[in-house]
Each structure stands twice: as structure tokens, then as C-alpha cells.
């Protein structure tokens, strides 16, 4: 078993930035994917991953704006979002992959103003 908490969240003004954390307790040796999404009023959609060689993909919409990252050492995956735009209002949930299991985080809500 796997255990994710989130933070980071907040309410910042369009143009701004913030960083979410997911921190991992547990069994986390056997992740292969690490994953964020959100999901704003409907569906829950990807947003980025990185996997167990680094490498990341992302969604286009936050292509240049976003930068996902991991911190082994600290079992924390990152997720680094700058030049917010109020169409990135959501909860945000991170999302490790083992061979057998997904697992989800509670979420953290992120708020952007115009």
C-alpha cells in the first residue's frame, strides 16, 4: 500500500505561481509512473507525469507553464506551476503506479482570480 498527501494549494491572482507537493509513505519502492491531474467541475483529467527514468510528459495546455519533478530521497513528487491562468482553477491529485495498483491522493485545490 501506498499513502499520498498533497499540499501546496491555494488562491493566487492570474499570472502567478505556485508549487504542489505529493509526499509518499508506505510501499513506494515498486512505483514505475508518478502522476498529477485536477479536476475542475467534470471530469478528471491528466495533467503531467514523470516515470522511474525521469522522464515527463504533459498536457499541452500547460506545456512551458508547468514543470513536474521528484525528490526520491523524500518520497515527494513536485509539481511546479507558474504564469497560472484561471482556466487552471481545479483540485489537483497526484497519482503513483506500481505494477498492480494506482493510487490517489486527497487532493489540493487550487484557486486562480482573474
Known amino acids: 500500500q501506498v499513502q499520498l498527501v498533497e499540499s501546496g494549494g491555494g488562491l493566487v491572482q492570474a499570472g502567478g505561481a505556485l508549487r504542489l507537493s505529493c509526499t509518499a509513505s508506505?510501499?513506494?519502492?515498486?512505483?514505475?509512473?508518478m502522476e498529477w491531474y485536477r479536476q475542475a467541475p467534470g471530469n478528471r483529467d491528466w495533467v503531467a507525469a514523470i516515470?522511474?527514468?525521469?522522464?515527463?510528459n504533459y498536457r499541452d495546455s500547460v506545456k512551458g507553464r508547468f514543470t513536474v519533478s521528484r525528490d526520491n530521497a523524500k518520497n515527494t513528487l513536485y509539481l511546479q506551476m507558474n504564469s497560472l491562468k484561471p482556466e487552471d482553477t481545479a483540485v489537483y491529485y497526484c497519482?503513483?503506479?506500481?505494477?498492480?495498483?494506482?493510487?490517489w491522493g486527497p487532493g489540493t485545490q487550487v484557486t486562480v482570480s482573474s
Open positions: 516515470d522511474s527514468a525521469g522522464s515527463t
Open positions: 497519482s503513483f503506479v506500481d505494477q498492480r495498483t494506482r493510487y
Open positions: 508506505g510501499d513506494v519502492w515498486g512505483i514505475q509512473l
